[in-house]
């Protein structure tokens, strides 16, 4: 993403957050924020990496908040920056507007120039863009025992929880949400932890599917045609050690 002030030459000055980036398709992914510094009159930055099967789907997110900026992969975080300006007076940049650029670029410092061995033509898929904002119903619950609910109702489609925790072997964690469009609704949970074939039943609607993934994955779960109104979501595990990182209702 690029701050809304960028005019072809003002970068940094500008504020960049990189939600995703990959170099001639490597097996590492890369989140960075570049800000001008006010304070030392040079660009400034910072970022790290994590692996990732490039080759596969996946779902690549940064959560911007105030104080935060964090990047997650299928869930998953492994990056953070604190932008508060009480910690960083310089990041000015990274609480301005921004907008979305997909972007599949040739050449520059990082990589550096094509060579005879660089492989014409390249292509990056993507599925789909989301963007949303937290609002003050969004909340999630917690529990051991056999069953909990939210303290509220969270509005979909949308991100339910970004991350619900692990889910004891026979015990259910639900929500209730309301369905604000007609249409057909997916269930969309992200499974973490460590466990294989995690089985789980999801109940949306007063219907029940039960699926089984591992962790990194993120199946989709569909339930067909649904009108508007409040409804309840829940999750049941029948394996032990079933771990989900983002939990997402959409609508197609």
């Not at 790290?48 to 990047?71: K, L, Q």
């Not at 910690?87 to 907008?99: C, G, I, K, Q, R």
């Not at 015990?171 to 466990?195: E, M």
């Amino acid at each position: 993403m690029l701050g809304t002030t960028f005019n072809g030459g003002n970068w940094p000055h500008c504020g960049e957050i990189d939600i995703m980036e990959n170099v001639n398709g490597q097996n590492t992914v890369y989140a960075t924020c570049h800000w001008w510094d006010e304070i030392n009159g040079w660009h400034a930055s910072y970022g790290t990496s994590t692996g990732c099967t490039i080759t596969s789907w996946h779902d690549y997110e940064v959560e911007w908040d105030p104080n935060y900026i964090r990047a997650r992969v299928d869930g998953t975080q492994f990056y953070e920056i604190l932008i508060t300006p009480a910690s960083a007076p310089t990041l000015s940049e990274l609480h301005n507007s921004f907008f979305i650029l997909l972007n599949q670029a040739v050449g520059g410092n990082w990589p550096g120039s094509p060579t005879s061995s660089t492989v014409f033509p390249s292509t990056m898929t993507v599925d789909y863009v989301r963007v949303y904002q937290k609002s003050s119903s969004s909340s999630s619950s917690s529990t051991s025992s056999s069953s909990s609910s939210s303290s509220g109702v969270i509005n979909v489609p949308g991100v339910v929880s970004q991350n619900v925790g692990s889910i004891a072997q026979g015990t259910t964690k639900s929500w209730t949400v309301n369905k604000t469009v007609n249409g057909n609704y997916r269930v969309r949970p992200t499974f973490a932890g460590t466990r294989l074939s995690q089985e789980v039943v999801i109940t949306f609607n007063g219907t029940s599917v039960t699926i089984s993934a591992n962790p990194g994955q993120t199946p989709n779960v569909d339930f067909g045609y649904k009108t508007t109104g409040t409804t309840t979501l829940s999750i049941k595990a029948n394996t032990s050690e079933v771990t989900i990182g983002k939990l997402e209702v959409v609508n197609y």
